[in-house]
């Protein structure tokens, strides 16, 4: 089976038809005809074997994820998800793997409305580029940089369990399966992103861990924040691990959450909640920004917890 | 140095800026304002270590490559280059590495006009994903679909250089610069391409050889199309193969060419002459399109030569 036929089989005919794509798959580029008024939203993001997930994951699991992390970044500009391409490099054509790959990444297109438009199928060390393509109305996007002192922080969902998940795995423990679906299928936060245009002041999804995520606003915005750790919300088994082990640090700087983190003015929050609420997805302000600069995190003693926690970093913790 | 230091340092100022790009590198998407009346074209190639280029190539001449193969793709739909994005993964953090590479990347950019606003740097094995942004009208789209019978088939530049280079290399014998540079630096037919709008009815980018990229124009367009052998526009060191061994395979199945392939009418030869001189670039007139499928290749001895050939395929010849 040559590269054509390959790519014709299982990726010619993801997400549903678009009419604002002219020209899909199988000619030199795709033709994109974006609505007036709208701008695009690009994001790309590569997750490789063996850094990003385990060369032995399930690649049904693996096809939504990698779509899916993308979609997170699209949530986090508030933008409404349009297309995607797609880059797969792959050690050798396997049938069995490339059904279910693609099975995986076209439930996750087709739940979002999102059209595969092009891509590149490559021989080598298995990873998997995607690009994804929002609209957004120019000033309905909401950047990281918009955020003013007294200015509540929110997180959507809870924090930790992907890093808990893959905790369990490193350690070769049993691997709860509703921590595992976290890791292995998150769930990007797209209807909240859309909804909170207008409202949210700045945002970003959480795939470094909170600190850091957080500290890139804080950084784009010229503010800082107070968090208190009491707030986060965490499931049981995070909640668990955290109390055991006072050890902040899988809802602080665990990777993977694909949350959303925004700041809104405290007026809003009843309207944050309304729109959390319509989304189907909880959202909890865990702290408030202020015009000094950093992160505090106050402990539920009382304490100001000391944060030199930095995120998850591809290069020094992969 | 940690990836987001890594990435600002390097890749924060590559392409001229644009007003059309309302947010670059650092948020989590780029945000790009399409004209009205332009559709996007968009298209993403990855270059893999030891598959597409040598572990130890010229990083700089990498950086060029990468962006090349994606404006010769947009080269092919007549678009013109806007913006790219960059899915770089590293096995380490090498400023030497990095500062040959993005120099290479930015060189090319700024020919070009195009802005880089967005990208993923992740640690694995190397492999560079870009994927390219251009700007077309609508109708002025060239595709692969549109060729006629009676057509002429042209080719931009000459054919199987990159492929002797290749060959070169893998024999160990002495490289002839040229040919390693047009290997490793090939020139995206972007003038070219944008100048053959509303003339040319069926256009392709040279990547996986002539054959095989010729071929998807035929099945697009439902044509067929027989080529003199003889006019295959050859340097002197791929002639001289060609005659000494009496083989075709470099001009017909050898990738890399960059090149364009297109087809026009008959009447609009001159056009496409005056056109290629504007562009500064030589085009060759080297065959005809008939209703009678398949490519069939006129040798100049008169006899037809049977092809079974296809291109390069990253599975089977990668």
Known sequence: ??????????????????????????????????????????????????????????????????????????????????????????????????????????????AHGVRLVGGDTTRGPLSVSVQVHGLVPPGGAIRRSGARPGDRVFVSGTLGDAGLALRQILDGADVDEALRGRLECPEPRVRLGRGLRGLATAMIDLSDGLAADLGHVLQASGVGAELELARLPLSPMVADVVQRAGDWSLPLSSGDDYELCFCAAEADAARVEAIAQAAGCQVTAIGTLSKVSGLRCRLPSGDLLETGMTGYDHFSAG
Chains 1, 2 share one sequence.
């Not at 997750?47 to 032995?56: A, E, I, N, R, T």
Request: hydrophobic residues 45%.
């Open 1 to 110: 089976m040559s590269e054509f036929d390959l790519i014709r089989r299982y990726f010619a005919d993801i997400g549903p038809v678009r009419p604002d794509a002219a020209l899909g798959v199988g000619d030199d580029c795709a033709l994109l005809e974006i609505p007036p008024g709208q701008a695009l939203a690009v994001s790309i993001d590569t997750l490789v074997s063996g850094v990003h997930f385990f060369p032995d994951c399930d690649p049904e699991r693996l096809g939504h994820k990698s779509l899916a992390v993308g979609l997170s970044d699209l949530a986090a500009m508030g933008a409404e998800p349009a297309w995607s391409t797609l880059a797969l490099t792959l050690p050798a054509v396997d049938e069995d793997w490339l059904r279910s790959f693609s099975r995986g990444f076209a439930r996750l297109s087709a």
